[in-house]
Nanobody, 113 residues
Framework: QVQLVESGGGLVQAGGSLRLSCAAS????????MGWYRQAPGKQRERVAT???????NYTDSVKGRFTISRDNAKNTVYLQMNSLKPEDTAVYYC???????WGQGTQVTVSS
């Protein structure tokens, strides 16, 4: 049974930083591509960043240069370092095992102007 537990969200001022973590269990983590998604109120869930099993990242255009996705296979954890945060980054952030319907409970990120 796959379990994903996100943490690290919070309230931050515009221009600030947060680091999200997602601890995974029930999968062979090192073999799986992982992703971070977000959903703002009244909007569809969107993909923010992904990382392959080999560690290659990919980002949606709106976060390029500001967010960094990384993984620690020894800890079965994927991270999202978010810098230069903007109010439009406000959303619930979810982690996902790519290609599956396995989602965490989400962590709220709120960026005040």
């Amino acid at each position: 049974q796959v379990q994903l537990v996100e943490s690290g969200g919070g309230l931050v001022q515009a221009g600030g930083s947060l680091r999200l973590s997602c601890a995974a269990s029930g999968i062979t983590f090192r073999l799986r591509a992982m992703g971070w998604y977000r959903q703002a109120p009244g909007k569809q869930r969107e993909r923010v960043a992904t990382i392959t099993s080999a560690g290659s990242p990919n980002y949606t255009d709106s976060v390029k240069g500001r967010f960094t996705i990384s993984r620690d296979n020894a800890k079965n954890t994927v991270y999202l370092q978010m810098n230069s945060l903007k109010p439009e980054d406000t959303a619930v952030y979810y982690c996902n095992v790519l290609g599956t319907l396995s989602w965490g409970q989400g962590t709220q990120v709120t960026v005040s102007s």
